[in-house]
C-alpha cells in the first residue's frame, strides 16, 4: 500500500515504460526522454488530472493516515497477517462465485 506521494521519478519511470535504460542506470529504470524526440503530442483528460489529488470528503481519515505513517516510520507498525488471509480468500472467493455464476 503506497502511502507517501508519488515522486516525479516514479511519474518519469511510469511515463516512459518502454525505454531502454541508459548505460549506468540502475536496472528497471527507464531514462526520461526529450519530450520532442517523438513527434507524439500527449494530452491528460480533465478526469485524470482529478485523480491525481484526492477531492474534499474523499473518505480518507488523515489523522489515521499520519498515525500509521509515523508507526512505519519509528518501527512500531505490526501487520496483522491473520486478518489480511482472511480478507484474500474472502476476495478469492467472491471472485470464483462470480466466474462461476
Known amino acids: 500500500m503506497k502511502i507517501g506521494p508519488l515522486n516525479d521519478a516514479a511519474l518519469a519511470a511510469a ?3 518502454a525505454a531502454k535504460p541508459e548505460r549506468g ?3 528497471g ?3 526520461p526522454q526529450d519530450a520532442g524526440a517523438s513527434g507524439v503530442p500527449v ?3 480533465a478526469a485524470a488530472r482529478s485523480l491525481e489529488a484526492p477531492a474534499a ?3 480518507i481519515d488523515e489523522a489515521k493516515v499520519a498515525a500509521v505513517r509515523a508507526a512505519i ?3 512500531s507498525f505490526k501487520v496483522n ?3 489480511i488471509a482472511d480478507k484474500m480468500l474472502a476476495n478469492a ?3 470464483l462465485s462470480r466466474t462461476r455464476s
Open 15 to 17: 511515463a516512459v515504460g
Open 25 to 27: 542506470a540502475a536496472p
Open 29 to 31: 529504470i527507464a531514462a
Open 43 to 45: 494530452t491528460v483528460s
Open 57 to 59: 470528503g474523499s473518505g
Open 73 to 75: 516510520a519509528d518501527g
Open 81 to 83: 497477517s491473520e486478518a
Open 93 to 95: 472467493q467472491e471472485i
